[in-house]
């Protein structure tokens, strides 16, 4: 940011230590105007200087300007360190970490040149995680979108990403995932020569596009905002904030960068009055002004000390940012402020040894939350394996003391049977700034550790492709849990789905194993008769889980055996993560995924596979009597029976797990096509008909055409096939007939085969036709035709024209199209006549046109 300087200066802090404050200035507001109406903006320079003049120095201003803030302050180093200062991971820290980088891209209407032709705006934010490039993208007034394509600069297209609906957390928003980009890709993104752009069924070239750049702000943004046109006449404009609190004070400082906000060539001048407006209910609580050109038209600034009315509509998502300039060709963009959207998963692993007193005792806390942009915020925490009865659930942030913890939110009141959830309906800015950069912790303590048994830090779990993440809680992983049970301070969670393929994806998260020199860390899913109960019995099957990267590990298993299949559907499987410190198992978790798979990844048809309802012929009386069964719907169930609930016998499916029911929801997986249907019998939709991207149209399922690919038009030496159970479209080339005789011809232009020519009249009927005392025939491209003769020509590549009729006289050709009367469109019996189509509307079939171009050839 050249036109940003900062500076460090001494302050001391509430405890009276002295500490480092970075200062930062705006020279932009400081930049002399110039003298010459054409002034140029040199590289590495901030102001614009007149041709062949140097840079003079800045003019200093009368009053400091309206523009110096605190830019990404470090964090305070005063606290003891004893509090788990090895289990803290910022997110600025993140943010330097050399194997992930962060990019954004603001993404309009109308490429280079500029040819706008929506009004919708996105905003893309990207992590590049090692060889795969994440992203996140929420957009406005635009349909949903079909692809993700991204492009070199030459318009290149290196990747696309086919959209799925279920693919997203929330509508408005896609997640997707650019696996293994090369390193020649990679150079082009850090280059930032990559564009993105958005491919909708109205705009197949795409609708909305934007470069992918590098910003300093991303690591600490928590609050943000599309802005979109006043004025939705007003295409190819829109623009982003990106926002965040100062880490001690209440300052908000904000980035804003807009396209199409300046017209060019709309004045002399090359700076334009920039407003800039924070609003509630309409009313205007702040208010910037700036000057911005054409060449730089982003803007930073920092609103100082917000109230605390103002911090609380900060949080509840009740401000709105508003941008407009003045002069000659005014525009305005504005957009509502709301807590960062992301495809990330906001999860915790709490642990004993991250305890503020590390403990070992195998238990586990595992914790799904979900911050929404109203403000509210969701929270899921289980808790598996405590030594002594729970007694708190506790957001903190850390401790600023020793002894002294700070307690944001207590969830011990929504805490029964090994679950804290609900809704926090009221948390501040200051706290959603602090969960969204990785700054809170979980903490359950017990009646044996009244300061905590588990203790867990908040982190943001990048998109990974895994859809369960959205609709489960993840399987805890406990000590407590392995047969016999393992008093370890370590845990963890895990996510696991199988797919229509059967094809068994997971992801798990582990916490408090020590630094990865303790040894190596994996993973295996294991098959147990009765619930892992008997945990001496040697484990027949088991398959290796292999992907760890660091305290993570995700991967997919494409051939599962019958039996593990079978205990998956049972709720009779486990995951156990097992160290070199304990080779038979650290952790396990109970696995429960119903499905209708077999051995070798294949689906059972429905027919094939009821669900098992157990015994059915065991009295009531004994299933009341059995300490395991379950109560549910108005009947007992068996423990291990699964059955389709009355509330949902369709897409749910629900379990007797020792007297406790679990009902799952059928997940349905990504199809692999663009077009669905959903069976008003089936759960999940399936594929339907195909979209060929050459002439931008559906065909139904089996359906054969010659392809249009453009610039070439119509291909008749290729035959597509639509496939319609997978959505593909298959072309291959059109097998030519053997032919007898010598010298075939190609009839049209555009025909693919050659053809036998047809037979010629006798030589001797020709010959007499042509004496100079008897009337000629004419010839008219290949062919003779005899005196007073009369046929349609056929004009290549058109083929035959049949509202054209030639006739021979004397040798000479006439030809002469059917002519129309006056009343031919009123008329009924004329209406459908294909040859006076003249008079209809401009949507006339592309036939006619080629017809009227063969009439004025033919004169």
Known sequence: MRCVICHCETQRNRRGKPVGKVNCKNMKQDCPVPTCPRATLLPGHCCHTCPKALPGPLEKSSEPPFDTFEYFQDKEDELDKPY?????????????????????????????PWHPTSSAVAKARFTLLRSYLLFSISYERLGRPSRVRFSDPEGTVLFEHPVQKSAAPEDGMLCGMWRTVSKANIQLLRAEQLRVSLITRAQPSGEVHGHILKHRALFAETFGAILTSSDPAHLGAGGMAMLTLSDTENNLHFILMARGLLEPGAGESPWVPLRVRILHQGQTLREVHANITIEDPDFAEVLSDLSTHELQWLAQGQLRIVADTEGQHPRQLEGTITARRSCDTIQSVLCGADALQPTKTGAVGSAKLALHENGTLEYQVRVVGTASEVVGVTLETKPRRKNKRNVLFDMTPSYRDGLAQGVWHSPSARDAHMLLQNELFLNV????????????QVISLPYSGLLARYTEMPVPLAGQLVSPSVSSGAGGHAWLSLDEHCHLHYEIVVAGLGRPADGTVSAQLHGVA??????????????????????????????????????????????????????????????????????????????????????????VEQLKKDPNSCFFEGQHRAHGTRWAPDYDKKCSICSCQKRTVICDPILCQPLNCTRQVHPEELCCPVCEGCYFDGDKTWRGSGTRWHPVVPPFGLIKCAICTCKGTTGEVHCEKVQCPRLTCANPVRVSPSDCCKQCPAPEKSVPELTDGMQADGPRACRFGRRWYLNNESWHPSVPP??????????????????????????????????????????????????????????????
């Open 530 to 619: 009765e619930l892992g109960e008997m945990g001496s019995r040697p484990h027949l099957h088991k398959r290796m889980l292999k992907g760890f990267y660091g305290t993570e590990a995700q991967g997919v298993v494409k051939d599962l055996d019958a039996e593990l299949l079978q205990h998956l559907t049972q709720g009779t499987a486990f995951l156990q993560v097992s160290t070199k410190a304990h080779p038979r198992g650290e952790m396990r978790g109970w696995v429960h995924i119903p499905n209708r798979c077999q051995a070798g990844g294949a689906r059972l048809s429905t027919g094939e596979a009821e669900l098992s309802e157990g015994p059915k012929s065991r009295d």
């Open 84 to 112: 788990n200062d090895r289990s803290y991971l910022s997110s600025e820290g993140l943010a330097r970490d050399d194997a992930r980088t962060e990019f954004v891209a603001l993404l309009t209407s109308g490429p280079e």
């Open 798 to 859: 058109f083929g035959e024209m049949k509202c054209i009729l030639c006739w021979c006289v004397s040798g000479e050709t006439h030809c002469q199209r059917q002519e129309c009367p006056p009343g031919a469109c009123a008329s009924p019996s004329r209406r459908d006549n294909p040859c006076c189509a003249k008079c209809r509307s401009l949507d006339a079939p592309p036939e006619k046109m080629h017809e009227a171009t063969a009439e004025s050839w033919s004169h």
């Open 445 to 456: 303590a017990t009646k044996d550790w009244v300061e905590g048994e588990l203790r867990g």
